[in-house]
């Protein structure tokens, strides 16, 4: 399922496959075929249920059928729709965010022309009047009845609409780079075709898919895994790192550091009953005071002056 429609009102267009498609750096992070396999379930699901909705609601033969599920930012959604066409702004709680429904202006026509009993046909594109607009609101809500069956596999959700749009470029329901995830879908109303659309935002949906994951390794692929920790883990253990010992740092003058010369003392300012820093790559991780080990310089570590002040 990889290619992706031109949304149009009234008519049904595709674009092919062109070659390759470009890195895009601002999505590092990619649905799986596992994701979209998984909502293409649930979408599924919702698109049978839709269809018979239509069917029974309308009274006139219909189907809705899923073509397409993609990740896009947010303003590439909004510059593939038509202007003007319909999006029904949606909550989903108990998840965050804001999910939009859309379908061409022409299907919403034809649909209330069918509720009220006309023959469907050429439909006038104009707003909805007082009458037409709670009879979509009424569709609306059926349809997103059936949303919530198509996701109860996956989550529990309680779809609710909040409001109806006509331009997608006055609608901020997120940010024009947030990623979402698109669900297009192929609908029939009589002898009207266009196609539909869902915006999921992508940050919504992610956690419930990561959660569906279930990997069920056999005894081979469990002890491979367990070998390759403990050998990681035993690697780590005796990998050697550099540490250093080392006193407060002071600061000098460039001019001080340039007439230094072999036998000149220093002063340090290390106060002798602070102990000295023990630290590895710039990173103090204890504290230590100087002594030998025989013939050996060596160091004992100590706590730090933080801890023996908290005591």
């Known amino acids: 399922m990889t290619t992706s429609p ?16 470009a890195y895009d750096f601002r999505r590092p992070i990619k649905l799986s075929r596992e994701h979209i396999r998984t909502l293409q379930i649930a979408f599924e699901t919702y698109a049978r249920s839709c269809g018979t909705l239509f069917t ?20 590439e ?9 319909v999006l029904a702004v949606v909550s989903i709680d108990p998840l965050p965010g804001t999910v939009l429904v859309e379908m061409a202006s022409s299907a919403v026509m034809t649909a209330i022309d069918h509720m009220l009993g006309g023959p469907g046909g ?23 009845g059936e949303l919530r069956y198509g996701f109860e596999t996956l989550v529990d959700i309680s779809p609710k609409l909040k409001d109806i749009e006509y331009n ?6 997120h940010q024009p780079g947030d990623a979402v995830v698109i669900a297009s879908f192929e609908m029939k109303i009589g002898t009207e075709e266009c196609v539909a659309s869902i915006c999921l935002p992508f940050s919504t949906i992610l956690p419930v898919l990561e959660k569906q994951e279930t990997i069920e390794l056999t005894a081979a692929e469990r002890m491979v895994r367990d070998t390759s920790f403990r050998n990681l883990t035993a690697g780590l253990s005796a990998a050697p790192i550099d540490v250093a010992v080392r006193f407060q740092p002071i600061r000098m003058r460039t001019d ?10 220093v002063p340090l300012g290390h106060p002798t009953s602070v102990p000295l820093e023990v630290t590895v790559n710039e990173t103090v991780f204890a504290h230590a005071v100087p002594g030998n080990q025989g013939a050996r310089l060596a160091c004992l570590v100590v706590p730090s002056p933080k801890e023996e002040e908290r005591r």
Do not use: H, W
Request: aromatic share 4%.
């Open 6 to 21: 031109t949304r149009s009102p009234g008519k049904m267009s595709r674009r092919g496959n062109t070659g390759p498609t």
């Open 122 to 144: 050429a439909q006038p594109e104009r707003p909805l009047t007082e009458v037409e607009m709670p009879l979509l609101r009424g569709l609306l809500e059926r349809m997103l």
């Open 256 to 265: 001080d550091i340039v007439d230094l010369r072999p036998g000149d003392v």
């Open 56 to 75: 029974t609601r309308l009274r006139v033969v219909s189907s809705v059928s899923l073509v397409s599920i993609e990740q896009l930012n947010y303003d």
């Open 168 to 173: 997608a470029q006055f609608l901020r329901a």
């Open 77 to 85: 959604y909004v510059a593939s729709l038509s202007n003007p066409t």
